[in-house]
């Protein structure tokens, strides 16, 4: 690189001197020092940034990020059961060619005419979602599951006036710790108990628990430990029947299976999509979706966007465009709608890709091999002396929790094993949940064969009976 | 008819309007499309061995069958396409949106749209990024935790803060993560109850005023001076003992930069409160003035805007939060640190707000955004800034040539990297509205904003071309606004019934706040309009 | 709508005296002074230009005046008016233009489109008030009033959208009196005057990124804000204006329109006070458990001196700045820009004490900070 030539950047086309020149001259400046006149000298920077030096061939950077990405061991290199809130499914071809497409992929926020594609594309997401979740109204993406929990629960308390959330005992932390920090202003959160057998939620406590002060029972459906919460409906008309509302939380992945919650008595569902055809990328593929019923006291207290379907000027053709664009509900004590801003739409495009090419019989079909898969699997650790598995006895989808108590071994030193033979053994929840022991949520997807559970159960069986 | 091509595309060297029309496709809802039986793809089957014990399992632990009432009754009313079928809807859908690839796209102002490099691109989809799952043993993602740590230290060098957490999912996400690391440490402080006021500006972000709304806060608005400058005088009689923080943006959405901006962090201090930087508009900057001289606490920074990470429809983005040494105990858990040998999740911290998101942040977008910085080094990002600054005020010079239009405020100033401008002149003259003007722009096949609503700037129209786009890319950006304005002149209705060239045409808007039609699933439209 | 009917009246020496250099066109004095100095009559080609517009609302009727108040436009568009009542061609007056709204409204209209001036909106509102949704097209001289659309093209367009169904919003805007003798000499003396009701949209079209909460809900939330703030046993002084009035909505109390009313402990104890009522109250019940609630009031963001002069600089000294509570919606104070509120409360000292800044209430604990000059 010749230092004394100025160099030329290929991102950007006018930093060939003689453009800049032209230009300046144009605006009739000396130099580019004069645009920053406002800016007071004792707060300009006179020397350079202190960073490291630039590589300005596309191969060297090439080569430099992808030197540390080698040291990366992924999820599909060795052989994985971990789970907890981000999962490892098949992602389709045609998703990630539809999300790669630039069209897509480098658009923000245009009109409904001249980014009519992406209107249309988060319309079908959400009329998708709509009905695996059977409910009318689904917003453009949040975040994350996380995100659209917390927001649902704020949506509850405007809707019903009141402070409380009833929260599940087998909540996770990190959700929990996410919920606690977004709904302090407005909400107070008390913790359910649950069956130490089952899991499930425990009725007699929540009883005790409501009132009218309550705003929203929550639950997970199935639970962040992997179970089926089995008396959702009664869940629900408990909630009603003290005049709070039902926020029950889904992975949508679950749903050609597992009955939608409005069945049962749910009146907002939420979730994350990040299992429906988007890579784990390290926890950074999440997107939230909040769904209720058509009523115009919900649909006001969504923070997000909602696009609708409408006609334009010429018969027969349609657009889209923000439903009850102004939202002119106002609760009794108001602290706003929250806010919206850039969340994770490409998400919900690739969702929408994959309940698309998946279809009815590929949901039902997927949801029936994981939960078959399941028990298999749960059936090959039990067996493992000293191993209990499932720690609850209730039916699973997908995860569940296994004990290791019996082994006199710690789930770090298994896992450490399991980790040599190439295996990444399940979350430990030691610290999480101390009260289940020396244990870990085993996560089993369509990804893995028969093969890969078997070689699971061996390499266990090796580690705890050594 | 010349035989030279060229001269039928050019005249005088400057690229002739284009005879744009977006695609149309009348590409129906995918529902409507649906061919009952067809399968878009099928899903690995269950092994004859998993079957058996399975089903062996069900009888001997009755408990793990699942009840009825928890079983879905029907099949999900998903449509039926098989796969080639679906990939051209969404092909063709994909031709309909004008993606920043695509169009000169210095239209939407404040969103940065600069370019993302491909390469990027090619290196966040790689399996190493892509198939990690974020509970993996640490000695398992040294690299991806490398990158995180190594985007930090360029963080803190461009801002002069401490320490950074790159767990929030976007811009606003990461003001809400600044407004709750205030009220964290007035907490701290035992002063949370007496000090419930923060303080922003007009011109700021809208999420400044929401996020801190939201966190809690009551919000005080401060309105600028005649000139478009934030009014230091309004802040000194804002400011009491309950003041918390100040959440301000700078350069403001008006591309003007206040330089008083150290006083107004003074004053704020003064009065014990916080400042948090909005640098949501960090891209004319970059090199030139940082957070930390100016005395800022907090900041945050919009990967997907100043980073050159893709905008993607919406997200997913990253909104990267800096503090000094001393609120670093509030930020988010967990953050990234170096032994020396490895590199770590710190969850070890106990004056934490928690979590924002999930996990650790979009690290694909980190590393798309490691990856861009890595390209440029320091020269390279003072040469964003300077030509970002450069194409701005080239483009103001452009467009202060066209009669009609004016860039209020800050009269003699220059501008740093966008200009909000007003269409006043042309709307009293013509009657065309701005938002018309926006509307004609994408017969031209590029975008247009005017500003976040209301209109402060009365026939608003923010342009930031950021430095990615070429002299004769702007020349033709401002080459359609002149022409536009000259139609309002001319012919009116053109511009007043535009779009003519895109996919739809004019939305009816009715139904869409009327609560007895409208419709956000195709469920709702079937049940209220369709077979009302 | 599906029939949609809509009044047309237009007040045809409006804006004459402006290409002439008169201000106003008030009295038949200055009208003939106007037409003797060659000027020309602007109001019917700025309301056909707006007609224009309405020729693609589908089964629209106009109901209208004869000849140059309305109908000769109208024919001129080839539309088919329904006429109302008689006029003296070239012999309008105030009375012709109040009488054709009140047939109108009798009648009943979906909208009233009327083309003049700040005087024209005076007599629509003099025969309509609030009754009826009305609409200004341009046509006078500098205009004041807020009823007016910033183009006839633009007046047109609204009038078609609403017409349409696509405008569900109404909003009220202030009527000025301005004394337009005093106008001439170059004084600005401006009183409010009353309230009409206009079609209003936020954005012709929908260029946003996010949701936002409308004039209703702006009200609502500060109303909410000052009622859940009230101290029992103070004085709530409170001035005229729409966002005053929701205040005393939000308690269930009648408010007067364009006066001066007084809130003690949830009830109206005074209305449509003079000064001298309010400073007995105020020697009454101690000035320090006084507040005085204000909206600013006009197009150019009158704090004081502008319809609510009852509030005057004695009673103003006696409240105390402290307990002053200037409340706007945030529209109405972006519609001021960047421009500071202005206070002429007839006392020097007073506006200079006044001057400064003040923080007004914009919402539920929201407040923004607006400088204040005299």
Known sequence: MNRDKPAVYPYIPNSVPSIKEEMLEQVRAASVDEFYADIPEELRLWAKLDLPPPMLSEYALKRHVEGLLAKNTTAGEALSFLGAGCYQHHVPAVCDEVNQRGEFLTAYAGEPYDDHGRFQALFEYCSMMGELVNMDVVNVPTYDGFQAAATSLRMASRITGRRQALICGTIGPRKLSKIRDYVKPVMDIELVGYHRQTGQLDLDTLQSAISSETAAVYFENPSYLGFVETEGDRIAQMAHDHGALCVVAVDPISLGILAPPPDYGADIVCGDVQSLGIHMQYGGGHGGFIATRDEERFVMEYPSRLFGIAPTSVPGEYGFGDVAYERTSFAVREEGKEWVGTAAALWGITAGVYLALLGPQGMVELGEGIMARTRYAMAQLDRIKGVAAPAFHTPHFREFVVRFDGTGRTVAEINAALLERGIFGGKNLSAEFPELGQSALYCVTEVHTQADIDRLAAALREVVQR | MSDDISRNRFTDGKLNLRRFHQARWDEPILFELSQPGQRGILVPEVEAGVREVAGEQEQAQPWSILPDKMRRPEPPALPELAQPQVLRHYVRLSQENLGADLNVDVGQGTCTMKYSPKVNEQLARSPKMADLHPLQDEATVQGILEVMFRFEQVLKEISGLDRFSLQPGAGSAAIYTNAAVIRSYHESRGEAAQRDEIITTIFSHPSNAACARTAGFKVITLYPDEDGYPDLEALKAAVSKRTAGLMITNPEDTGIYNPRIAEFVQVVHEAGGLCAYDQANANGILGITRAREAGFDLCHFNLHKTFSTPHGCGGPGAGVVGATADLARFLPVPLVGYDGERYTLDWERPESIGKIGPFYGNAAVVLRAYAWVMSLGADGLREVAEIAVLNNNYLLHRMRQIPGVSAPYAKGKRRIEQVRYSWQGLAEETGVHSEEIGLRAADFGVHYWTSHHPFVVPEPCTLEPTESYSKQELDEYAGIMAHVAQEARSDPETVKGAPHNSTIHTIDHAPLDDPARWAVTWRAYLRKVRDA | ?374
């Not at chain 3, 702006?218 to 205040?247: C, H, N, Q, S």
Request: proline letters at 5%; hydrophobic letters at 40%.
């Open chain 3, 1 to 374: 709508m599906t029939q949609p009917r809509m009044g047309l009246i237009i007040n045809p020496v409006a804006g004459i005296g402006g290409r002439v250099g008169l201000k106003g066109s008030d009295g038949a004095e200055i009208q003939k002074k106007a037409l003797a100095l060659g000027a020309v009559p602007q109001a019917q080609s700025r309301a056909i230009e707006a007609l224009e517009r309405l020729k693609a609302v589908d089964g629209l009727t106009i109901l209208t005046c004869p000849g140059e108040m309305g109908e000769d436009a109208a024919r001129t568009c080839s539309f088919e008016p329904e006429i109302v009542g008689s006029i003296r061609p070239g012999q309008t007056t105030a009375q012709d233009t109040q009488d054709a709204a009140s047939e109108m409204q009798r009648r009943g209209v979906d909208l009233l489109l009327f083309a003049g001036g700040d005087g024209t909106a005076r007599d629509i509102y003099t025969a309509v008030g609030t009754g009826l949704p009305v609409l200004g097209i341009p046509a006078g001289v500098k205009i004041h009033s807020a009823a007016y659309a910033t183009h006839p093209r633009s007046a047109g367009q609204l009038a078609a959208l609403y017409l349409q169904g696509q405008v569900s919003g109404l909003r009220e805007v202030e009527v000025m009196d301005i004394d337009e003798e005093a106008f001439r000499q170059n004084v600005l003396s401006v009183r409010l005057y009353g309230y009409l009701k206009i079609p209003f949209r936020s954005n012709l079209v929908q260029s946003q990124k996010m949701p936002s909460s409308g004039e209703a809900s702006a009200l609502a939330a500060i109303a909410e804000d000052i009622v859940t703030k009230m101290e029992d046993g103070t004085l709530y002084i409170i001035g005229p204006g729409t966002t005053t009035r929701a205040i005393t909505d939000e308690l269930g109390l009648d408010k007067t329109l364009l006066g001066v009313d007084v809130v003690l402990n949830g009830e109206l104890i005074a209305r449509d006070a003079s000064e001298s009522q309010l400073l007995a109250l105020l020697d009454w019940h101690g000035a320090d458990k006084a507040r005085i609630v204000v909206t600013p009031i006009g197009g150019q963001g009158y704090l004081f001196g502008r319809g609510n002069q009852q509030i005057s600089p004695r009673v103003i000294e006696r409240v105390g700045r402290d307990r002053i509570v200037p409340v706007s919606t945030p529209d109405k104070l972006y519609a001021l820009g960047s421009q500071p509120l202005l206070v002429d409360t007839g006392s020097r000292a007073v506006d200079e004490m006044l001057s400064g800044y003040l923080t007004v209430v914009t919402g539920y604990n929201e407040r923004a900070v607006r400088k204040v000059v005299c």
